[in-house]
Structure formats: structure tokens, C-alpha cells
């Protein structure tokens, strides 16, 4: 057999285990994996370090607007670059429908986009306005196309969908095989604090962390579960930042619910002392929901480490320390008016490596996972997140022991700040293909623009999750009726 590339002399790693071995790629697909390769047009020597499935970045705001209408500072170039270097093979952002706006429409926005990719892509829509039409019509379209996940929002006033509103997207998305991701905050107990801040005048960054309690996500998060539960539809709550929340989901999810889950970096390397630093520095770290305490960073790696998140993604909402971002409403602000989110598609799975493998608090299988195989299941991308022969060659091979302090310039994304500027990191995505293409190679980028293709994604893989039957939706107890 004859490869368009070998990658030789590694230790590949995937969800499974780790063994010393190689890789031949042919037509940008994984052909061969076996202890000894020979040939290659191109032979790529790993020199013993980890060769790993490239991540997946499933959480990221890519050329979106925010809930207030304020653009991302990253397109589809940028983003993409600035993933790729932080050992990202794909990425997954989201297609945002702005109220009285067709699905048909979002979709075509983002498909002009995301033409600028370097990087493979997909979206996840997200759903602001779920008229008969939007759910009976346009969601079952984007779905037919390949686009499986539908995300809504539990609070910010202009994308709270309500509980109705979510169980229509429930179920529209359990009757097509889509998995429904929430942003999973209790609005108005968020509105109420927002309004007692006020009237005694605190409304610097620091008491952005007041105004979202841990208890209104500990109560959303339950209330998504049993909504989806009520339908018996798969549910992805999005960047848990909470103990309390954790618990809620690991008891659900190991109680059979077709539940999963993701934290970020960002509750776990960063507190809400970040929001109180000097003038409006603070603003940097505001992001939904808010940085927590110590204690909570504690315990969301023991739930990393024991199962209870699929993934481990980055949430990059990038807004520059300007008026094109943080501070598009003016300079001196309250916060409630300071736009919410952080870079850190670069620094996601460097962090990972190295507070979680390099510390010994996860294993590097768990890392894979982690970074890209999970999310593959979870949202239905088949020929990406393994090292297995037919799947795509989307690839990165790490310097398990190189060192690195995070400065702006590293990110190569089109920010002016880092959250976690001046972090020592152990662990280096050297190299980074995408479909047997090498994307970025020791610091360099080696991509041209729109090389990335967008993918399809099949619906999302429930084996494992047995699922709830309420008695009133079971036939059997409800005098024979089929309420689906
Ligand atoms: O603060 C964040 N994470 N902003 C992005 C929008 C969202 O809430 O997902
Ligand atoms: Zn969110
Ligand atoms: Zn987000």
C-alpha cells in the first residue's frame, strides 16, 4: 500500500489506551495503523512524542453576533487559525437566528462565513425564535442538511425562549435525532439581583459575579433536565460552572437521562477575584455564567476526572478591550451593559494538557476524550475524533514536556488580551493537520484561507443513555394516548 503520508516514531493516543506505533494517510483519510509503517511520500517523525485526534472545539462564537447585536472580534479566519493552534483540527461554532429571521437565512449567512475557514467547521443553530414555521418547517431542513444540534438560552431577555418554547425545540429535536444544548441560567432571579445592585449603585465588574447566583444555575440546569426529561429528548447543558450544578448532572446522567455536558478553562483557571482587579480590568473576565471561587474549581476537575462532562470546550466569545467589544456602550459602564464572554480557543486544550494530564489529575485518554472523541459522538461527527483507519486524518502531535508561558501574540486569534496571559503551560500541539493537511507545524501556519470544508453531522449517538418514559407520555398509564 502506498500513503500519501506517514507519521512515524509516536505514541498514538486515543480514548482507549496508548501504544507505539504508526500512521499512513491516503486521500486525507487514515489508511493504516500499525506498529511499523514504511514509505510515505511524506514521512512525518513524531520522535516519540503523543500523537493524538485533533481536537474538536465545540463551543466557540465565530463571526456571531452576541444576544445585543455586538459582532465577535473573530471570523471564520481568525477563529480558525487562532483553533488550530491551540491543537484544533475542526470546530463546531454557532449560527445565530436573530428574531424574525428564517433558519434558511442563518444557515446562508454563516455558509458565506465560514467559506473563509482554514479548519473543517459545522454549526450548531441557535434558536431564538421558534415559530410553527421555524420548528415544523425549517429546523427539520437544517437538520436534513446535517446540522444536529439546536441550542437555546434560558435567560438575557432577548433569546429567553420560556419553558414552552424549550419543550417545542425539545421535542422538535428528539423526533429528528438532534441533540438541544442550553445556556442554563434562571433569568429573572439574574434580572432581580441585577435590579438590587443597582439601587444601591454597585454595578462594577466584580458584581457581575453577584448578579448570576450559583443557585440560578443549580435551578435551570434541574429545570432543563426535567423539561427534556418530560420529552424524553437528548439535552447538552452548555459551560457548567457550578458544584451544585455538576452534581445535578452526574445524578441524572447516571440515572439513565439522555444528558450530557461540558465545563470551560475558565471555572477552572480563573475566579470571580479576576473581576475585581483595578478599574474596569475586570470587564475582561465577564462572562456567562460568571467566574466562581476556588472552591468550585475543586470540584468541577473531580467531576472532569470521574466522568461527569463529556467535554471540556473553550466557549471563546471573543470582545476586544474596546469600544468594538467590551465596551461598545461606552467606557465607564455598568456591568450589565459590558459585553459578556472570553477568548480562549488557543488555550483550551494547552490548559487541559497541562493542569490535567501534566498534574495527573486526568489520563492523556482522558484528555482525548475530553478534547475531541466525546464531542465527536455527541454531535454526530463520524469521521472525525479517532485514530482508526476511514476516519479523517485530523491529527496533532504533542511535545508532552515543552514549555510555554501564554502571551497575546501566541493566540494568533484577533484579540487584545488573553484571560490567561502569563500562565506557565506544559504540553505543545507541534504539529496540526486537518484531513492529512498540515495546518499549523512547529509555530508556523502552514494553511491558505478556505481550505476548512464544512461537514455534516449525523444525529446524536444515544447508545448507553436508556432514556425516561413519563407516566403521562407512556400510553400504557395515560388511557392509551400518544401524546408524541
Ligand atoms: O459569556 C459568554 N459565554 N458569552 C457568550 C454567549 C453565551 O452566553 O453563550
Ligand atoms: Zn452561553
Ligand atoms: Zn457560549
Not at 516514531?9 to 489506551?17: C, E, I, M, N, R
Not at 440515572?255 to 461540558?262: M, T
Not at 483557571?269 to 467566574?291: F, H, N, Q, V
Not at 459585553?339 to 489529575?361: D, H, Q
Request: hydrophobic share 40%; net charge negative.
Amino acid at each position: 500500500m502506498t500513503f500519501d503520508t506517514v507519521i512515524h516514531s509516536g505514541t498514538v493516543v486515543t480514548a482507549d489506551g496508548q501504544f507505539k506505533g504508526d500512521i499512513g494517510i491516503t486521500g486525507g483519510r487514515i489508511a493504516a495503523v500499525s506498529e511499523v509503517i514504511s514509505g510515505g511520500k511524506t514521512r512525518v517523525d513524531a520522535g516519540g512524542r503523543l500523537v493524538m485526534p485533533g481536537g474538536i472545539e465545540a463551543h466557540a462564537h465565530i463571526a456571531q453576533e452576541s444576544s445585543s447585536g455586538v459582532m465577535t472580534a473573530d471570523d471564520y479566519l481568525s477563529g480558525s487559525i487562532s483553533a488550530a493552534f491551540g491543537g484544533n483540527s475542526s470546530f463546531i461554532p454557532f449560527a445565530a437566528q436573530q428574531r424574525g429571521q428564517s433558519v434558511d437565512d442563518v444557515i446562508a449567512t454563516y455558509d458565506a462565513r465560514g467559506a473563509r475557514s482554514v479548519l473543517d467547521y459545522s454549526y450548531h443553530l441557535i434558536i431564538s425564535d421558534p415559530t410553527p414555521d421555524v420548528l415544523n418547517d425549517q429546523l427539520p431542513r437544517a437538520f436534513k442538511r446535517g446540522i444536529t444540534s439546536f441550542k437555546v438560552f434560558m435567560t438575557y431577555d432577548l433569546m429567553n425562549l420560556g419553558d414552552g418554547g424549550m419543550l417545542d425545540i425539545l421535542s422538535v429535536a428528539r423526533d429528528h435525532g438532534a441533540i438541544t444544548m442550553v445556556h442554563a441560567e434562571n433569568n429573572d432571579m439574574v434580572k432581580w439581583m441585577n435590579k438590587r445592585l443597582a439601587a444601591k449603585g454597585l454595578t462594577a465588574p466584580r458584581y457581575h459575579a453577584i448578579s448570576r447566583p450559583q443557585l440560578a444555575e443549580e435551578e435551570a440546569i434541574n429545570r432543563a433536565i426535567q423539561l427534556a426529561k418530560l420529552v424524553d429528548a437528548a439535552l447538552f447543558i452548555v459551560h457548567v460552572s457550578t458544584e451544585g450544578g455538576a452534581d445535578i448532572v452526574r445524578r441524572e446522567k447516571f440515572n439513565g437521562a439522555k444528558l450530557f455536558a461540558e465545563t470551560c478553562p475558565q471555572y477552572l483557571a480563573l475566579t470571580r477575584d479576576d473581576l475585581d482587579r483595578p478599574g474596569m480590568e475586570g470587564a475582561k473576565y465577564i462572562c456567562s455564567p460568571p467566574l466562581r471561587g476556588h472552591d468550585t474549581q475543586d470540584a468541577l476537575w473531580h467531576h472532569i476526572a470521574h466522568g461527569t462532562f463529556e467535554s471540556v470546550s473553550s466557549d471563546h466569545a471573543p470582545y476586544r478591550f474596546d469600544d468594538t467589544g467590551k465596551f461598545i456602550n461606552g467606557s465607564d459602564i455598568p456591568y450589565p451593559k459590558i459585553a459578556n464572554g472570553m477568548p480562549g480557543i488557543a488555550t483550551r486544550l494547552p490548559y487541559l494538557f497541562s493542569e490535567g494530564v501534566v498534574k495527573g489529575r486526568i489520563t492523556p485518554e482522558q484528555f482525548v476524550a475530553l478534547s475531541a472523541t466525546n464531542a465527536a459522538k455527541t454531535f454526530g461527527c463520524t469521521t472525525k475524533g479517532r485514530i482508526a483507519p476511514g476516519m479523517d486524518a485530523d491529527i496533532a502531535i504533542w511535545n508532552p514536556e515543552a514549555k510555554r508561558v501564554v502571551q497575546l501574540q501566541d493566540q494568533h486569534d484577533n484579540m487584545d488580551y488573553s484571560p490567561m496571559e502569563g500562565m506557565e503551560l506544559v504540553g505543545v500541539p507541534e504539529v496540526v493537520m486537518n484531513r492529512g493537511r498540515t495546518i499549523v507545524s512547529h509555530g508556523e501556519l502552514m494553511a491558505t484561507e478556505g481550505q476548512g470544508q464544512f461537514f455534516a453531522r449525523a444525529p446524536v449517538d444515544l447508545r448507553g443513555r436508556s432514556g425516561f418514559t413519563a407516566p403521562e407520555f407512556d400510553p400504557a398509564q395515560n388511557f392509551g394516548s400518544d401524546l408524541r
